[in-house]
T-cell receptor, first 118, second 110 residues
Framework: GAVVSQHPSRVICKSGTSVKIECRSL??????MFWYRQFPKQSLMLMAT?????????EQGVEKDKFLINHASLTLSTLTVTSAHPEDSSFYIC??????????????FGPGTRLLVL | RKEVEQDPGPFNVPEGATVAFNCTYS??????FFWYRQDCRKEPKLLMS???SGNEDGRFTAQLNRASQYISLLIRDSKLSDSATYLC???????????FGGGTRLMVKP
């Protein structure tokens, strides 16, 4: 099946720093990628839809200036958490849809990035 | 009201038991439905899609009732390895945005 990678798998940073998370589709092209956040014992919440070559679409309540998304190629989307604070500590997961081979609606999830802000 | 609602559990069952999970969704325009499985501290993985006619994959059976906006998952002959959180997922619209339920935790015990 299709593979999506994320890097880093976990990161610990000081409050106020910015953290970049990469999401790559390894064996397919993805014009659309999705970024989710999952707090402990809660479900995944969609943060934004990342569109290759255009601006991301953010869900209500998600600050676009705080969570910067760049989808510069068909295989890479990045999420930058700017000026991270302890309340941003969470499990960030990306997913990608194979837009070329016509795999339909299946989204392939990355392994997630665990962020801890001290 | 949440878009996708599930009983959080946990469901504690012995090996070999049959267990059923239910899920309701609020958006009647939802088009596609899935069950995902998520292990602790891991990403969700697609277990199966859910079709109106009902579908089966080995020990797993999924049902969809559009009129009642209700989705179910039945697991027969539970294995220890089935212990996980099961997420009911609905495709919100043609843009392929998925809405996740809160998940139902299953613990299968020897």
């Amino acid at each position: 099946g299709a593979v999506v990678s994320q890097h880093p798998s976990r990161v610990i940073c000081k409050s106020g720093t910015s953290v970049k998370i990469e999401c790559r589709s390894l064996d397919f092209q993805a014009t659309t990628m999705f970024w989710y956040r999952q707090f402990p014992k809660q479900s995944l919440m969609l943060m934004a839809t990342s569109n290759e070559g255009s601006k991301a679409t953010y869900e209500q309540g998600v600050e676009k200036d705080k969570f910067l998304i760049n989808h510069a190629s068909l295989t890479l989307s990045t999420l930058t958490v700017t000026s991270a604070h302890p309340e941003d500590s969470s499990f960030y997961i990306c997913s990608a849809r194979d837009s070329v081979r016509g795999r339909g609606e299946t989204q392939y999830f990355g392994p997630g990035t665990r962020l801890l802000v001290l | 009201r949440k878009e996708v609602e599930q009983d959080p559990g946990p469901f504690n069952v012995p090996e070999g038991a049959t267990v059923a999970f239910n899920c309701t969704y609020s958006n009647s325009a939802s088009q596609s439905f899935f069950w995902y499985r998520q292990d602790c501290r891991k990403e969700p993985k697609l277990l199966m899609s859910v079709y109106s006619s009902g579908n089966e994959d080995g020990r797993f059976t999924a049902q969809l009732n559009r009129a009642s906006q209700y989705i179910s998952l039945l697991i027969r002959d539970s294995k220890l390895s089935d212990s996980a959180t099961y997420l009911c997922v609905v495709n919100r619209n043609a843009g392929n945005m998925l809405t996740f339920g809160g998940g139902t935790r299953l613990m299968v015990k020897p």
